[in-house]
């Protein structure tokens, strides 16, 4: 079993969608959790970053972390082309070793 | 502005070459990691380093060597020891333990066999 659990996809979706990212992981002495977005051939661009069990949200997109069921999520409101990417989450016991997940590619079409 | 760069974008291997990757950040991080990225697989940890002079193997060091001279710049020298080198790598710095600061990517080195 993997640490860290993520759905490939691709998840694919209309402009305008709700969308919801998940992660699961086995750990739980986990307790930095980061959400990562990566365009094709760039490096991951830092989106979200939760310490510990609760919610985050920053503009269009909102994370949750539930420690008891040991599983993460990101959603994105108001989904747009410019959104479409592959996701990934990623988490520690320290912020330095990252376990990441494998990564879920989104399509948002117009 | 700050940021990490690595250079170059694109690195061709010819058989029993080293060839190293270049790495410098100015955002005054203390800790600097290399990653590996394969289709499928997520990111693994080859090396990190917290402190210049200072550097730990991660999951997959093996066939890879780093220096860490200068706070700024993190090294990552790709050995003919590395039978599968096609990747793309990246290198992060932030995390300094205690710090509660997430890491940074740079936009990674794509490495390809000749």
């Known amino acids: 079993q993997k640490e860290v659990e993520q759905d490939p996809g691709p998840l694919s979706v209309p402009e305008g969608a709700i969308v919801s990212l998940n992660c699961t992981y086995s750990?739980?002495?986990?307790?930095?959790f980061m959400w990562y977005r990566q365009y094709s051939r760039k490096g991951p661009e830092l989106l979200m970053y939760?310490?510990?069990?609760g919610n985050k949200e920053d503009g269009r997109f909102t994370a949750q972390v539930d420690k008891s069921s040991k599983y993460i999520s990101l959603f994105i409101r108001d989904s747009q082309p410019s959104d479409s990417a592959t996701y990934l989450c990623?988490?520690?016991?320290?912020?330095?070793?990252?376990?990441f997940g494998t990564g879920t590619r989104l399509q948002v079409f117009p | 502005d700050g940021g990490i760069t690595q250079s170059p974008k694109y690195l061709f291997r010819k058989e029993g070459q080293n060839v190293t990757l270049s790495c410098e950040q100015n955002?005054?991080?203390?800790?600097m990691y290399w990653y590996r990225q394969d289709p499928g697989q997520g990111l693994r940890l080859i090396y990190y380093?917290?402190?210049?002079?200072?550097?730990q193997k991660g999951d997959i060091a093996e066939g890879y060597s780093v220096s860490r001279e200068k706070k700024e710049s993190f090294p990552l020298t790709v050995t003919s020891a590395q039978k599968n080198p096609t990747a793309f790598y990246l290198c992060?710095?932030?995390?300094?333990?205690?710090?509660?600061?997430?890491?940074?990517f740079g936009d990674g080195t794509r490495l390809s066999i000749l």
């Open positions: 992060a710095s932030g995390g300094n333990r205690g710090e509660e600061q997430p890491q940074h």
């Open positions: 750990n739980s002495a986990f307790q930095y």
């Open positions: 939760t310490y510990s069990s």
């Open positions: 990623a988490m520690s016991f320290n912020t330095d070793k990252l376990i």
């Open positions: 955002l005054n991080h203390d800790a």
């Open positions: 380093s917290q402190i210049v002079n200072d550097f």
